[in-house]
Every structure is written in C-alpha cells, then in structure tokens.
C-alpha cells in the first residue's frame, strides 16, 4: 500500500485522469504542446470510460465526414446519401456531451 503513495507524478496523472481533462486532450491530441503522458492518460482513460470512448468515437467519424467533404469541389455535388449519413450520425451522437 505505501508503494501506491509513491506512484511518480506522470503515475499517478494519468490514474486520476477526469472526463473534462481527457476531453480537452482529445480535441488538442495533435498539438505539439500536448505530453505523452497526457495522451497515455486520455487514452487509458478512455478505454476505460464509456463516455469518453462513444466522444472519441463520435470526434472520428466527424473528421472522416470532413474529409470525405474536403475530396469533393464545391461544384461538384456530393455522393448520394452523404448529407443523410452525416445529418443522422450528428442526431445519435447529439446527447454525448
């Protein structure tokens, strides 16, 4: 037990890890100033969290619609179905805060 109380900081971090920190971690992952161990954290976190996994999930499939959105010009209409699917994945993901 007084093993546990000696955890290192980055430890003992990334054990205590909360939702709102782990959210604000998710949305700035890519950015240089963001530490491993805060990554490590979120992403322990959120394999264990339910919340956090269905908003890391909900943030992937946003950027995938952006990116299928980027592929196609202005001028050129896109594919059949694609405003459906995205209209309808914000609906169900519309009460994950």
């Not at 909900?58 to 592929?71: F, H, K, W, Y």
Request: net charge positive.
């Amino acid at each position: 037990m007084k093993r546990l109380l000696a955890l290192p900081a980055t430890v003992w971090y990334v054990l205590t890890l909360q939702c709102e920190e782990a959210d604000r971690i998710r949305a700035n992952f890519s950015d240089p100033a963001t530490t491993r161990a805060q990554k490590v954290g979120e992403q322990m976190h959120s394999a264990l969290c339910g919340s956090c996994r269905a908003a890391r999930k909900t943030m992937r499939e946003i950027s995938d619609a952006v990116g299928d959105l980027e592929q196609h010009s202005p001028a050129q209409p896109m594919p059949d179905g694609v405003r459906e699917r995205m209209a309808q994945r914000l609906r169900e993901h519309s009460g994950h805060d």
